[in-house]
């Protein structure tokens, strides 16, 4: 289920109905015209306001397995996701907001993951001054035609015992008892049962 269908819920809706574990993908927002631009993108639409618990019975969170906040305004965002977590226990929330002094409300509210938009763009900005490579990279990993697609997979059988620059394709990042390390840190040692990879 995605909250919001503005410019960042639109592309976020864009890139989780291509995946088929989101299907169908059901659209909900308080403005008409933007549920009737997701429903003509193939979606499922409902016109209704996020933070009313009826509305978001209606569109279904009560069986949702992932809730994605991306409304405009922050203090809304907190409130959507936690009507969403009063509802749903189980799913998993992530929401957008743009200023990283609301991202503790809405974890406490019940979100699961935050994206803090105007640091993402800030960081961006910043890498494009410093090494402009680098942040041509970054874009087109973000928004080029293609996209490059990064996948959490459990290690394949030849891959446990070896450092984490031996696997094939190639992995950025490890997760180990639900910590992250970059493919290069020395503390990972080896792949090891349990394990998660994040790469290609």
Not at 50 to 79: K, Y
Request: charged share 20%; proline share 6%; hydrophobic share 45%.
């Amino acid at each position: 289920m995605l909250i919001g269908y503005g410019t960042t819920g639109a592309t976020a809706a864009q890139v989780m109905a291509a995946d088929a574990a989101h299907s169908p993908l059901v659209v909900l927002d308080i403005r008409p015209a933007a549920v009737t631009r997701a429903e003509r993108a193939g979606l499922v639409g409902v016109v209704g306001d996020g933070t009313d618990p009826s509305v978001l019975m209606r569109a279904g969170v009560a069986d949702a397995a992932c809730v994605v906040v991306a409304v405009a305004s922050d203090t809304t965002a907190v409130r959507i996701t936690e009507r969403a977590r009063e509802l749903n226990a189980r799913c998993v929330i992530v929401t957008v907001v743009r200023e990283a002094e609301h991202s503790p409300p809405v974890r406490r509210g019940g979100a699961d993951r935050v994206v803090v938009s105007a640091d993402t763009a800030g960081r961006l900005l910043a890498m494009s001054v410093a090494d402009p490579a680098a942040a041509e990279l970054v874009q087109g990993l973000l928004t080029g035609p293609q996209g490059v697609e990064v996948r959490e997979r459990p290690p394949r059988p030849e891959e446990l015992g070896r450092p984490v620059r031996c696997c094939q394709p190639m992995a950025l990042a490890l997760i180990r008892a639900g910590v992250r390390y970059w493919y290069n840190d020395a503390r990972i040692g080896v792949v090891q049962p349990g394990d998660r990879l994040l790469g290609w």
